[in-house]
């Protein structure tokens, strides 16, 4: 799933493009989400977003055995 939103001034992100990824893949007794947020020029951006997505993703239920890796964090 790919997902775009437009910004009107006076938001500091006006007329900026990212681009947010999401994807969900199965693996063993559960799944996997991964969220890329790309093209995030401004300074702190990405810093900002991460945090975003971290408070979102901790909204989320928490299902038994599941494993929460942070905003920002790769996994192999």
């Known amino acids: 799933m790919t997902s775009a ?3 009107e ?7 900026l493009q990212s681009e947010v ?13 991964r969220i890329r947020h790309k093209n ?3 300074p702190g951006a990405a810093k900002r977003h991460a945090e975003g997505w ?6 989320l239920p928490k ?5 929460n890796t942070q905003a920002g964090e790769e996994r192999p």
């Open 5 to 7: 939103r437009n910004l």
């Open 9 to 15: 001034p006076p938001d500091e992100h006006a007329g």
């Open 21 to 33: 990824t999401v994807t969900i893949t199965p693996g063993g007794d559960g799944a996997e989400l």
């Open 40 to 42: 995030l020029t401004l």
């Open 54 to 59: 971290q408070g979102a993703l901790d909204r």
């Open 63 to 67: 299902c038994p055995g599941s494993r």
